[in-house]
């Protein structure tokens, strides 16, 4: 066991809730310019603390502490990111009509719920919380029983910056039990949720009688499409990067790697070379590439794909072992801990459930493909529609692979490198709705029409004979 945390339930939602909902009326009345200084106070913290919070989340999670220490950077910058906007996130348009003057402005929703997974869990409570804060709307934060740390210490951080007690709430719980009372709550006028595809669906209608409004990001099955032309060297260190760092357990994960067959079998070969040599290990050593995974029970899932993809007869062409009966790849932690070898099987096919199902492990799937056409269709037959990389030097194909592709972020020759100001989220059970720049004030925020007339037009007269 690592360490004690409290199992709030309906009870302690409610609490919440109502402190939340106590707090809206004085945190939308406070400036967007004061608003914008308590949450740069609050990255100035998280940038203070930055090394702490990298360590409690390795602790947390098992992440490599060389892709944790990044994560606390990133918090940071998502809190100055949105903190810029608070001052113009209730900016509308005018709209003039004949006669008559419109405008918009928007206004933040209400107490929100923002309930997020165990993976990077520090970087999307504050992906989520930022944006909701700069809107002014007050939150209550729900995150994974499995890694319920940061959250807290996020909670404590936004409190020394000053932000106004009720503004942020963290209640740590059960998904089933605190999560479900929280999409219920009455109270409560939005969810943001990250998150697998089934919980987002139960989520839609637990907040049905209420009539939430919701933005899903779930799950990915994500291609990285590998064509002949493409430089190979690039192509090669990004296809690793994007299923290795952070244990696989990422959702835009370039989970499958479809390859032009005249190049499969070295570009497959090479990739081999690379899984081999992934070094495995305690996750505090910034050596270590793939830390233990983050529960017994994830880990279990996991080896189950490995099972799958053997029955299905796809080829098991590295890992797929614990380190145990790996003969001692990790020699200092063999038995212990949920350590899982980076791996790769080969020659699949799309109908195969390795090829289709979000394994969200050090899991990478290699399938070949003939022509253009092929690779599009094999891309997009699956239900998930989140991400997709795309490698070739032909800037044509580029352009029309991409406006094809079904996945709401599509990155051409790089691997996913994020621009706060896009627009981030999926297509089919990937998501609904965007997050990033403008877009998530459009989630956190009600857009209001005001029309004044500006003359003395005809208004129709009823009930004059
Ligand atoms: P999960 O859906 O099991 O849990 C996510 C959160 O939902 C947890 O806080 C959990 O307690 C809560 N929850 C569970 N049941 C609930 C219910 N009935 N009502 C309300 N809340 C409930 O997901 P996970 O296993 O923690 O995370 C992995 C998933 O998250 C993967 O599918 C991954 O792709 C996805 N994810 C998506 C994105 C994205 O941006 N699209 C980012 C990160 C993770």
Known sequence: ????????????????????????????????????????????????????????????????????????????????FFADRA???????????????????????GPVGIITPWNTPFMLSTWKMAPALAAGCTVVHKPAEWSPITAMRLAELVHEAGVPPGVVNVVNGIGETAGRALTEHPDVKAIGFVGDTRTGRAIMRQGAETLKRVHFE???????????DADLDRAL??????????????????????????????FVGRLAERVKRIRLGNPFDP????????HPLHL????????????EGATLIAGGRCPEDAGGSCPENAGAGNYFEATLFGDADRSMCIAREEVFGPFLTAIPFDSEEEALEVANDVDYGLAAYLWTR????????????????????SENVRHLPTPFGGMKSSGIGRDGGDYSFDFYMETKNVDIALEHHPVPKLGKG
């Not at 279990?300 to 029955?311: D, F, I, P, S």
């Not at 194909?397 to 709401?408: C, P, S």
Request: include cysteine.
């Open 1 to 80: 066991m690592l360490c004690a945390v409290a199992n709030g339930g309906p009870e302690e939602i409610d609490a919440a809730a109502r402190a939340a909902t106590d707090a809206f009326a004085g945190w939308r009345e406070t400036t967007g310019t004061e608003r914008k200084r308590l949450l740069h106070r609050v990255a100035d913290l998280i940038e203070a603390h930055g090394e702490e919070i990298a360590l409690l989340e390795t602790f947390d999670t098992g992440q490599p502490i060389r892709f944790m220490s990044k994560a606390a950077a990133r918090a940071a910058e998502n809190f100055r």
């Open 87 to 109: 001052e113009s996130a209730s900016d509308g348009l005018s709209l003039p009509a004949a006669g008559h003057l419109n405008y918009t402005q928007r206004q933040p929703i």
């Open 218 to 228: 779930l799950g990915g099955k994500n291609p990285v499409v590998v064509f002949a």
């Open 237 to 266: 260190d990004a296809t690793v990067f994007m299923i290795y760092s952070l244990n696989g357990e990422r959702c835009t994960s370039g989970s499958r790697v479809l390859v032009e067959r005249s190049i499969y079998d070295d």
């Open 287 to 294: 050596a270590t590439e793939l830390g233990p995974l983050i």
């Open 300 to 311: 279990e899932k996991v080896l189950g794909y490995v099972t799958a993809g053997r029955q």
């Open 394 to 413: 032909d800037v044509t194909r580029a352009h029309a692979f991409a406006r094809r592709l079904e996945a709401g972020m599509v990155w051409v020759n």
